[in-house]
């Protein structure tokens, strides 16, 4: 039906996902594993 | 199919939650799958958790916003921006429904018999607030003697982080219920608060002070799996805002920013086809319409 009109998605769908391998590429995946593998304490409101 | 979502809902957290060594370890999971984001809101120093949590990892990347010390590069949280623009350019907030943790939560603990109460309108606007101050602004720009921010909503005001980790690390360990002092009796006021609105409101902390659900909710009108609403069919019953667990009224909007796409109005409420959906632009399959008419008639 609105096939044709509905591009907006699939661009935002590209848009994304380059951000999301450029972050890879950047080496933000070992940042997000060093962070959620340590507990803060302060985070969670100990301390 | 609210059966099926429940099922989907307890997968999800129990997927999410699936470290069940802690009682042995007394520590948190500390594997490879911790780096992958799950797309709910699941605090990853949960004892339990095996993934991250999406909202601290952005909080993170805002406080620690500088150049890679391997790679010199500067470290924005793209991972995590691409991660939740895929997510909810995709889907919208239908992962509030279906997959987080502490939305399951709210849901049943709203069980629980009592008086229920309507949140007014403007308090919705509270969470957008909350997304621009405590995840991105304040993590950003309060830095101390370092150089290095907070993680501002997990530290002040996250509920389902006092919930999963705050408490449960304090059960495990003993030496950490020495530290306890006027940020932990704040943030367990703030949790209790919400405990007790979710048995008097529908998913209070979705819809007034969830960052997570702020985000996803900015792709709704824009999502490849979008709501539609037939106003020829339409008889404005408000059978469909009286089961919303977000308080929708469809008739108005179909997507509006707070429709968790949990499908409650499609499925159950209306009996006049009124409600449908479409996948990039396909309308729904036939079934979901004659089911919908099968129930008009049986009405």
Redesign the interface.
Known sequence: ??????K???L??I??????????N????????E????????????? | MLVIRRWIQIIATVLSNAYWMFPFTR??????L??V?VPGLN???CPAAT???PL??LQ??MATLRP?L??G???????????L??VG??VGRMPCAWLCPFGFLQELVHKIPSRKFEIPRFLTYIKYVLLGLFIFVFPFLIVDDFGYG??WF??FVCPA??LE??IP??LLKAE?RE???L??Y???TILAVFLVWMVLSRRPFCRVACPLGAIYSL?NR???FRMTHDPDKCTRCEACYRDCPMGVKFYEDPNNYDCIRCLKCLQESCRFGAISY?I????APEPAKERAKAGAHAG
Do not use: D, W
């Open positions: 039906m609105a096939v044709g009109k509905r907006f998605p699939f935002l769908l848009l994304f996902a380059l951000i999301l391998v450029l972050g890879i950047l080496g933000e995946v070992p940042s997000v594993l962070k959620a593998a340590r507990i803060c304490l302060s985070c969670i409101g100990i301390g | 520590g948190i999971y500390q594997g490879s911790k780096a984001c605090c990853y120093s993934g991250a949590c601290g990892s993170n990347f890679g391997r790679t590069h500067y470290h924005f949280g793209l991972y995590i921006v691409g991660m623009g895929l350019t995709l907070m993680t997990c530290k982080g006092t980790a705050a690390m304090m950490l530290l306890i002092g940020l932990f704040s943030k367990l792709f824009y999502s490849v479409e990039a632009g396909v309308p």
